[in-house]
């Protein structure tokens, strides 16, 4: 009896499978919440706090340009336009191809969000701003953890999302979308492409693939960036996982195809006409080290903060000097510097804010790595180590987090974007400084029926007086309508810019359809007619046929690379322990309860410096320039040499409401009063138009300007100038200075000297 017994109990007993011989679905299944992509995502959220509670879109940061062109793609979905290529309503409504040849994926994206959940192009763009920052430190997170460890990526994330640049410049002082945006697809491409080179399986090829491709669309020298970073990385692990990167970079290059190759192929139709308010903000090298000060609560435009800050620098430096140690950690080293190298690079050539995206991204794994260290602190103190970081990595960034109150607009309809044009700003649809690129024939002059028309349903894109009969039957972003009549064979001018693709029907029959050679308008001839609908609709190109045939083909090259990539199991990652989560997850809240006590508009806390506390050091002078009043100013040093910059640096206020733009221009004059150098074209103070300074805020206008190599060795002074504008800005409308005692002046004389001295530079 015991023994059929113990045969029964033999028969019960079965093998237990382990995790990794399980399916990959019942993997999947048992697989616990990763808390760090939790908490860091609630980091990268409180950053994202002001930008939520601050109601409408900040006038005076890129974000406001960003609104409208969001307003003007929503529309162009909303007539079925799924890759909208005209901007309708630019240069006073006679169009411009901006999406054609400038990407505006961050833009398409705030469109899409608010064409199918918000229907309000505030929310939109907010909306997209506010995941972007949260994805960008859960993107960081998973890309650091590929490389190192969990402990490690909730340090590097931290250290990404409390940056001044990431957490504060790009979105809060410059309302950069597609440098928000860009900051959560960097570490994401990255991400995937590290994915290609250690474990490649389908998934990350293809995510590589795409994320590349929207990368491009938003942001197309970041995408290069990404693209080159990978690739060293990839020739640094073995030839074979270059080649799989090397196809996912050309089948990205072919998804893209719908726009570069038509860009391409009509650059020559199209001249870039500079804004009339041009950006100067040139960075520097030396900006990473910059020190987090607090702010002048009176300044309406502080100081740009780019560097990841002093303590994550450290960070990164002791990061660096760990990988260097082991030899197994050599890949995130190679893949950080060759990300670090190649942004540098970028700078070289293009020395603007984007590549500071890249730069904090490279300090932050470098930083992530510094983790190592806590294996040498007591056991009691392992756990702490991150947390206490994080607190220590919010205290130096605090200074930056309460938002300048700067106004706020909520109405991005054309009538909106014709009246912003009309005031004399910059185009509506692009950041200042950016170029806009237009078949017009310069100088561009306002159609007053067309402008006047932007106030009822239909627009007057045919003007009154010509020789047929003319009735509006609708009016589009990429098409209008007309009902016509016509007693003869006649040629008309619409009031809408030529550009390839442009093309009129009648009743449904082609027209010779061509670029007006004076004006630069669309030029249709009409053959006699009787109550027939007139259709001008963009068509599809052939060049734009190949471009989407080249996405075709990009498909199938993905596809391929997608059927050869090996079907091995990805490698298992590590998630962060819940131990260390439940005392990171304290740091965490505490980060995010302090940014609601001192960030918000109405917080409790008042985290600044002093009021005018900018202008300790500067000399003090008063003098109105029309609405405007200069009260300070300081030079940047008082002997120089030919050939030298010159940091001239004035502070501004209103002294009253302004219904015009004022221009200030800079040059050099000897003690006669000799003009000898025009140190700074006339321009807006600050860059900001005077139409939008509140009252009783401080303007800083800092100005290098260059010195003459061959200026003579002398003693000379700083001579200002203003001039004002309606529309369009000349300098045919000068006004005087007044100082206290109500003296007129041409030109106002800095009392400071500078000697210039030495031999002028070759």
Same mark, same amino acid.
């Given at each position: 009896?015991?023994?059929?017994?113990?045969?029964?109990?033999?028969?019960?007993?079965?093998?237990? %499978?382990?995790?990794?011989?399980?399916?990959?679905?019942?993997?999947?299944?048992?697989?616990?919440?990763?808390?760090?992509?939790?908490?860091?995502?609630?980091?990268?959220?409180?950053?994202?706090?002001?930008?939520?509670?601050?109601?409408?879109?900040?006038?005076?940061?890129?974000?406001?340009?960003?609104?409208?062109?969001?307003?003007?793609?929503?529309?162009?979905?909303?007539?079925?336009?799924?890759?909208?290529?005209?901007?309708?309503?630019?240069?006073?409504?006679?169009?411009?191809?901006?999406?054609?040849?400038?990407?505006?994926?961050?833009?398409?994206?705030?469109?899409?969000?608010?064409?199918?959940?918000?229907?309000?192009?505030?929310?939109?763009?907010?909306?997209?701003?506010?995941?972007?920052? #949260?994805?960008?430190?859960?993107?960081?997170?998973?890309?650091?953890?590929?490389?190192?460890?969990?402990?490690?990526?909730?340090?590097?994330?931290?250290?990404?999302?409390?940056?001044?640049?990431?957490?504060?410049?790009?979105?809060?002082?410059?309302?950069?979308?597609?440098?928000?945006?860009?900051?959560?697809?960097?570490?994401?491409?990255?991400?995937?492409?590290?994915?290609?080179?250690?474990?490649?399986?389908?998934?990350?090829?293809?995510?590589?693939?795409?994320?590349?491709?929207?990368?491009?669309?938003?942001?197309?020298?970041?995408?290069?960036?990404?693209?080159?970073?990978?690739?060293?990385?990839?020739?640094?692990?073995?030839?074979?996982?270059?080649?799989?990167?090397?196809?996912?970079?050309? &089948?990205?290059?072919?998804?893209?195809?719908?726009?570069?190759? +038509?860009?391409?192929?009509?650059?020559?139709?199209?001249?870039?006409?500079?804004?009339?308010?041009?950006?100067?903000?040139?960075?520097?090298?030396?900006?990473?080290?910059?020190?987090?000060?607090?702010?002048?609560?009176?300044?309406?435009?502080?100081?740009?903060?780019?560097? +990841?800050?002093?303590?994550? $620098?450290?960070?990164?430096?002791?990061?660096?000097?760990?990988?260097?140690?082991?030899?197994?950690?050599?890949?995130?080293?190679?893949?950080?510097?060759?990300?670090?190298?190649?942004?540098?690079?970028?700078?070289?050539?293009? +020395?603007?804010?984007?590549?500071?995206?890249?730069?904090?991204?490279?300090?932050?794994?470098?930083?992530?790595?510094?983790?190592?260290?806590?294996?040498?602190?007591?056991?009691?103190?392992?756990?702490?180590?991150?947390?206490?970081?994080?607190?220590?990595?919010?205290?130096?960034?605090?200074?930056?987090?309460?938002?300048?109150?700067?106004?706020?607009?909520?109405?991005?309809?054309?009538?909106?974007?014709?009246?912003?044009?009309?005031?004399?700003?910059?185009?509506?649809?692009? &950041?200042?400084?950016?170029?806009?690129?237009?078949?017009?024939?310069? +100088?561009?002059?306002?159609?007053?029926?067309?402008?006047?028309?932007?106030?009822?349903?239909?627009?007057?894109?045919?003007?009154?007086?010509?020789?047929?009969?003319?009735?509006?039957?609708?009016?589009?972003?990429?098409?209008?309508?007309?009902?016509?009549?016509?007693?003869?064979?006649?040629?008309?001018?619409?009031?809408?810019?030529?550009?390839?693709?442009?093309?009129?029907?009648?009743?449904?029959?082609?027209?010779?359809?061509?670029?007006?050679?004076?004006?630069?308008?669309?030029?249709?001839?009409?053959?006699?007619?009787?109550?027939?609908?007139?259709?001008?609709?963009?068509?599809?190109?052939?060049?734009?046929?190949?471009?989407?045939?080249?996405?075709?083909?990009?498909?199938?090259?993905? &596809?391929?690379?997608?059927?050869?990539?090996?079907?091995?199991?990805?490698?298992?990652?590590?998630?962060?322990?819940?131990?260390?989560?439940?005392?990171?997850?304290?740091?965490?809240?505490?980060?995010?309860?302090?940014?609601?006590?001192?960030?918000?508009?109405?917080?409790?806390?008042?985290?600044? %410096?002093?009021?005018?506390?900018?202008?300790?050091?500067?000399?003090?002078?008063? &003098?109105?320039?029309?609405?405007?009043?200069?009260? %300070?100013?300081?030079?940047?040093?008082?002997?120089?040499?030919?050939?030298?910059?010159?940091?001239?640096?004035?502070?501004?206020?209103?002294?009253?409401?302004?219904?015009?733009?004022?221009?200030?221009?800079?040059? $050099?004059?000897?003690?006669?009063?000799?003009?000898?150098?025009?140190?700074?074209?006339?321009?807006?103070?600050?860059?900001?138009?005077?139409?939008?300074?509140?009252?009783?805020?401080?303007?800083?206008?800092?100005?290098?300007?260059?010195?003459?190599?061959?200026?003579?060795?002398?003693?000379?002074?700083?001579?200002?100038?203003?001039?004002?504008?309606?529309?369009?800005?000349?300098?045919?409308?000068?006004? #005087?200075?007044?100082?206290?005692?109500?003296?007129?002046?041409?030109?106002?004389?800095?009392?400071?000297?500078?000697?210039?001295?030495?031999?002028?530079?070759?």
């Amino acid at each position: 009896m015991r023994h059929a017994q113990t045969k029964y109990t033999h028969a019960m007993q079965f093998e237990v %499978a382990t995790p990794a011989e399980l399916p990959q679905w019942m993997r999947q299944s048992r697989r616990q919440i990763d808390w760090g992509f939790v908490l860091t995502g609630l980091i990268g959220l409180a950053m994202a706090w002001t930008i939520i509670v601050h109601p409408g879109i900040p006038v005076l940061s890129d974000l406001y340009t960003s609104a409208f062109m969001t307003s003007d793609l929503a529309a162009a979905l909303r007539e079925g336009q799924i890759l909208p290529r005209w901007s309708p309503h630019a240069n006073f409504g006679y169009g411009a191809p901006v999406p054609s040849h400038i990407p505006q994926g961050a833009a398409y994206l705030a469109a899409v969000v608010e064409q199918l959940f918000t229907g309000d192009t505030s929310a939109a763009v907010k909306a997209v701003l506010s995941a972007s920052l #949260a994805l960008a430190a859960m993107m960081m997170y998973g890309w650091i953890r590929t490389l190192l460890s969990p402990t490690a990526a909730v340090l590097g994330s931290a250290v990404y999302a409390l940056s001044p640049f990431v957490g504060f410049t790009a979105p809060h002082a410059l309302g950069d979308l597609a440098l928000v945006v860009s900051s959560a697809l960097v570490p994401g491409v990255l991400w995937a492409g590290a994915r290609v080179v250690q474990a490649p399986t389908r998934p990350p090829v293809i995510f590589f693939t795409a994320g590349l491709t929207m990368q491009a669309a938003v942001h197309p020298a970041l995408a290069a960036v990404s693209a080159v970073t990978t690739l060293v990385y990839a020739v640094f692990v073995g030839r074979a996982a270059a080649g799989r990167v090397i196809g996912c970079i050309g &089948a990205a290059v072919m998804l893209f195809a719908p726009f570069w190759l +038509p860009a391409l192929a009509n650059s020559s139709s199209v001249t870039w006409v500079d804004n009339p308010a041009p950006d100067d903000r040139v960075f520097h090298l030396t900006d990473l080290l910059t020190p987090i000060t607090l702010r002048d609560p009176a300044l309406l435009n502080p100081p740009l903060m780019f560097g +990841p800050g002093v303590p994550a $620098l450290v960070l990164s430096g002791i990061g660096l000097l760990t990988l260097a140690r082991k030899r197994t950690r050599r890949g995130p080293m190679v893949l950080a510097l060759a990300l670090l190298v190649s942004s540098l690079a970028g700078a070289v050539l293009q +020395p603007t804010a984007w590549w500071f995206v890249s730069v904090n991204a490279a300090a932050a794994v470098l930083a992530g790595a510094a983790a190592a260290w806590r294996t040498r602190l007591p056991l009691a103190l392992r756990r702490a180590f991150v947390p206490a970081a994080i607190i220590g990595l919010a205290a130096a960034s605090a200074p930056i987090w309460p938002v300048v109150d700067t106004g706020a607009a909520t109405d991005f309809s054309p009538a909106a974007q014709i009246a912003h044009q009309q005031m004399g700003f910059d185009t509506a649809i692009l &950041a200042r400084g950016q170029a806009i690129p237009t078949t017009l024939i310069e +100088p561009v002059r306002a159609d007053p029926n067309l402008v006047e028309s932007y106030r009822h349903p239909l627009l007057v894109r045919i003007r009154p007086g010509t020789p047929i009969r003319v009735t509006p039957i609708y009016t589009q972003s990429h098409a209008s309508a007309w009902q016509v009549s016509a007693m003869s064979p006649q040629t008309i001018v619409v009031s809408q810019a030529y550009y390839p693709g442009w093309q009129a029907y009648l009743d449904g029959v082609p027209l010779a359809t061509a670029r007006d050679p004076e004006t630069g308008l669309t030029r249709i001839s009409v053959p006699q007619t009787a109550n027939a609908t007139l259709l001008l609709t963009q068509t599809m190109t052939p060049v734009q046929w190949v471009g989407w045939a080249l996405v075709g083909l990009g498909m199938v090259a993905l &596809a391929a690379l997608a059927r050869f990539t090996p079907a091995s199991r990805a490698r298992e990652l590590p998630r962060y322990d819940t131990s260390e989560a439940r005392l990171t997850s304290v740091a965490v809240l505490g980060v995010i309860a302090a940014v609601l006590l001192t960030a918000s508009p109405d917080a409790p806390i008042a985290l600044h %410096a002093d009021r005018l506390s900018s202008l300790t050091g500067a000399s003090l002078l008063s &003098a109105d320039a029309g609405p405007i009043s200069l009260v %300070a100013y300081r030079i940047g040093s008082s002997s120089t040499t030919p050939g030298d910059t010159l940091r001239l640096e004035l502070y501004w206020t209103a002294v009253s409401e302004s219904t015009r733009n004022v221009r200030i221009a800079a040059e $050099l004059v000897d003690l006669d009063q000799q003009a000898w150098a025009l140190l700074s074209e006339p321009r807006a103070p600050g860059l900001i138009d005077t139409r939008l300074w509140p009252a009783d805020r401080l303007v800083r206008d800092l100005r290098n300007v260059h010195l003459p190599p061959d200026l003579p060795a002398g003693i000379y002074q700083v001579a200002l100038s203003a001039y004002t504008c309606q529309a369009q800005c000349t300098t045919d409308q000068r006004i #005087a200075f007044r100082d206290t005692r109500g003296v007129e002046r041409q030109t106002l004389l800095l009392p400071q000297v500078i000697a210039v001295s030495g031999e002028p530079r070759e």
